[in-house]
T-cell receptor, first 118, second 110 residues
C-alpha cells in the first residue's frame, strides 16, 4: 500500500537554526499538507499546498515557515529560525483528487518528524 | 466546519466490541463523517468514512442515523493494539484542512 514517508524521524536543533523537514507524498496525489502536534496537544493544521502554491495556511504558519515542492516527489517544510516552542511532531499528509462534490477525499498522513529545539 | 463532540476517554476489555459516539449537530448537507486513529508518536491513520446509514470495512463499522447529527464508530473485538486516540471529523472538501479535536482516548485492558 502506498504511504507518505518523512525524513528525518527525529531532528534536534539549536534555537535560531534553520531546519528543513522532508516528505515524500503518495505519488499520484495532488494536495499536500503539513500539520504539527505539540506533545499532549491536538494535531494542528499548518498549511495546504496545491499546484505549486499555498492554498490555505493557519495563524501558526508565519513568516518563519515556508513550503516547497522542489521536484516531482518531495515536499518540504522549512523553519528559518527555530524557537523553543517549535518543538513538536510535524506530520506531512497528502490527498489524491480534486474534490468534485461527490465525496471528500482522504488525507494520508506520514509517520512524522519529531523536532526538538534546544 | 461542523463542531464535533466525543467522549474524552473510554476503557474496554480485550475481545469486547467498542462503540464510540460522536455528536455533530450542525452537520451540513455536503459534509461527510470521517474517523481517524492515532497511536502515540505516529501520524493519524484513516479508519472509515461515511455519509449516511452504515459503512463497514475490514477495520470498523460506522453507523449514521437518518438525521446525521451523530455517528458511532464500532470496533469489533478490540485487542490491546487498538489502544489509541480516535478522532471524529466532519467536513465536505477533500482539499480542505482536517481540523482535529482532542479525540477519544481508548484504553484496551487485558
Amino acid at each position: 500500500e502506498p504511504e507518505v514517508t518523512q525524513t528525518p524521524s527525529h531532528q534536534v536543533t539549536q534555537m535560531g537554526q534553520e531546519v528543513i523537514l522532508r516528505c515524500v507524498p503518495i505519488s499520484n496525489h495532488l494536495y499536500f499538507y503539513w500539520y504539527r502536534q505539540i506533545l499532549g496537544q491536538k494535531v494542528e493544521f499548518l498549511v495546504s499546498f496545491y499546484n505549486n502554491e499555498i492554498s490555505e495556511k493557519s495563524e501558526i504558519f508565519d513568516d518563519q515557515f515556508s513550503v516547497e515542492r522542489p521536484d516531482g516527489s518531495n515536499f518540504t517544510l522549512k523553519i528559518r529560525s527555530t524557537k523553543l516552542e517549535d518543538s513538536a511532531m510535524y506530520f506531512c499528509a497528502s490527498s489524491a483528487i480534486v474534490w468534485s462534490g461527490g465525496s471528500t477525499d482522504t488525507q494520508y498522513f506520514g509517520p512524522g518528524t519529531r523536532l526538538t529545539v534546544l | 466546519l461542523a463542531k464535533t463532540t466525543q467522549p474524552i476517554s473510554m476503557d474496554s476489555y480485550e475481545g469486547q466490541e467498542v462503540n464510540i459516539t460522536c455528536s455533530h449537530n450542525n452537520i451540513a448537507t455536503n459534509d461527510y463523517i470521517t474517523w481517524y486513529q492515532q497511536f502515540p508518536s505516529q501520524g493519524p491513520r484513516f479508519i472509515i468514512q461515511g455519509y449516511k446509514t452504515k459503512v463497514t470495512n475490514e477495520v470498523a463499522s460506522l453507523f449514521i442515523p437518518a438525521d446525521r447529527k451523530s455517528s458511532t464508530l464500532s470496533l469489533p473485538r478490540v485487542s490491546l493494539s487498538d489502544t489509541a486516540v480516535y478522532y471524529c471529523l466532519v467536513g465536505s472538501g477533500g482539499y480542505q484542512k482536517v481540523t482535529f479535536g482532542i479525540g477519544t482516548k481508548l484504553q484496551v485492558i487485558p
